[in-house]
C-alpha cells in the first residue's frame, strides 16, 4: 500500500558528503513525521534526524551541525544532506513515515552508508 524508497547512499572518505532521498509513494492524505534511522555494525538502530509536515525537525546530538533534512510535502518526500562525515556514521540508514491515519509508521528498505577512515 505505502512504499517508501530510499537513494543516495554509498561510498565516501572521511570528511565527505552523501545526500540520500527518501520519497513515499501510495495511499497517504497526510503525514506526522519523516525522518531517518540508522543502524552500525554492531549496534542498535538509533534515530538519526525527523521532520514534522510543518518543518519542525530533530537530530540526534552526534549529527547535529553536520546533517541537515528537508521536505518537499506536495510529494511526500525527504532528503538528508550529510556533510562532514565521519566514520562512525557507517551503517545502514532506514528512511521511516508515521500516518495519523490509524497511527501507522512504514519504513524504507534501507541505505548502506560507508564512510572510510
Known amino acids: 500500500q505505502v512504499q517508501l524508497v530510499e537513494s543516495g547512499g554509498g561510498l565516501v572518505q572521511a570528511g565527505g558528503s552523501l545526500k540520500l532521498s527518501c520519497a513515499a509513494s501510495?495511499?497517504?492524505?497526510?503525514?506526522?513525521?519523516m525522518g531517518w534511522y540508522r543502524q552500525a555494525p554492531g549496534k542498535q538502530r538509533e534515530m538519526v534526524t525527523s521532520?514534522?509536515?510543518?518543518?519542525?525537525?530533530n537530530y540526534a546530538d552526534s549529527v547535529k551541525g553536520r546533517f541537515t533534512i528537508s521536505r518537499d510535502n506536495a510529494k511526500n518526500a525527504v532528503d538528508l544532506q550529510m556533510d562532514s562525515l565521519k566514520p562512525e556514521d557507517t551503517g545502514v540508514y532506514y528512511c521511516?513515515?508515521?500516518?495519523?491515519?490509524?497511527?501507522?509508521?512504514?519504513w524504507g528498505q534501507g541505505t548502506q552508508v560507508t564512510v572510510s577512515s
Open positions: 501510495g495511499t497517504i492524505f497526510n503525514f506526522n513525521l
Open positions: 521532520i514534522t509536515k510543518g518543518g519542525t525537525v
Open positions: 521511516f513515515i508515521d500516518l495519523p491515519f490509524k497511527s501507522l509508521r512504514y
